[in-house]
């Protein structure tokens, strides 16, 4: 119980550090997630990108966010439950809508360097950088300033429809990368972000922790109260056992799952099926690597990170349920763009190879996990 308390009182102060940071970089309420307003760079008042340190403080926000509230799911039977229950979701609010934005330029950034690589032209617009260099979103497009590279006999089609392709999902999700960072500043300067800002500053002076009832003398005991948080963890370790061993790993095993691939490049807008159980493992796997760091303490929580409390496997693991996330989703982004209407045969081609490309990429990226997770567990020095 100690080393939960402890872990969530530094994951709270590691919120309210960040949120510090975010109000003295000279933002005020404005998101920082790595895009100004309309209009930024040009030279206006109060639109010029936001500093690194906003942008990291940021980070530090969702990170810590997701943290307390992954940790309040998992161990909610020692915390007080309508606390517990009032707390998470807000958390998962916050953290989901500051995520947008980053994810939506990491997504163009991915999908226009997949062009380059399939089409070889180097005719796309950049994409709108992440992080402290980011520029504000401006209605206007520049060029990859990459070395050019002639384009093979079997990549004329694609190389025709290629830098088209690219300006319209550099249109499509810049559009709503603005309208995610729009959000992002109201959420922060809200009524509800700073109730939630107020919960976490007395989260960091005092965890509220369920109380053991005390029977009186000659009444009927109690059910008593858990208060060893090894059997929650254990409990989460083992959903996440589970829900693996429904995958269809027998098929991952191949780095090319034609299969899944079939139904993968189906023309049905709906998500694709096989994505869902994929997706619900990552999060069961983030949910068992932070009930590891409350268990170990605030060591971890002190640095943000996991750092050496978990095994290689997780590790390799995470990152590879990472990279089958922002495929599926890349590869759905490029799918909507094919169904924009009145767009040129050789456009809807070009992303129609795209959508296979990141499709491609999600079973790559299922051949990895699979082969990461049937690792023995190798603990970090």
Known sequence: MNALADYLRAQATEFLRALRRHRESGSGSGAGTGASGPGAGTGGPGRTAPPADDVDAVRALRRAAR?????????QPLLDASWAEEMRPELAWLSGTLAMEHAYASRLERLLQALHRLSGSSAF??????GPTAS???????????????????????????????????RQLTLARTRAHSTALQALGSSRFHAVADKVALLASEVPLRVTARPNRGAAAPEATPCDPRPLAAAAEERL????????????????????????????PAPHPQ?????????????????????????????????????????AAGEALDRHRDASEAAAAAAQAARTPRIAPATAYALGVLHADQRHEVEAARYAFQHSWRKEPIRLP
């Not at 943290?67 to 161990?75: A, C, N, V």
Request: charged share 15%; hydrophobic share 45%; aromatic share 4%.
């Open 67 to 75: 943290r307390i509230s992954g940790t309040l799911h998992t161990f």
């Open 125 to 130: 617009p950049a994409p709108r950088p992440v």
């Open 136 to 170: 504000a979103t401006t209605g206007t497009t520049t060029s990859v300033p990459v070395p050019a590279r002639p384009a093979s006999p079997d990549r004329g089609s694609l190389t025709v429809g290629a830098a088209k392709a690219g300006a319209l999902l550099d």
């Open 241 to 268: 056992a589970d829900a693996v061993t429904a995958l269809p790993l027998v098929a991952a095993g191949s780095p090319y799952n034609a299969q899944a691939l079939v139904h993968g490049l189906s023309p049905d």
């Open 275 to 315: 994505d869902a159980p994929w997706h619900q493992v990552r999060l069961l796997l983030r949910l068992h690597r932070y009930a590891l760091e409350a268990l170990a303490g605030a060591d971890a929580a002190s640095t943000g990170g996991p750092g050496d409390l978990i095994d290689v496997r997780l590790l």
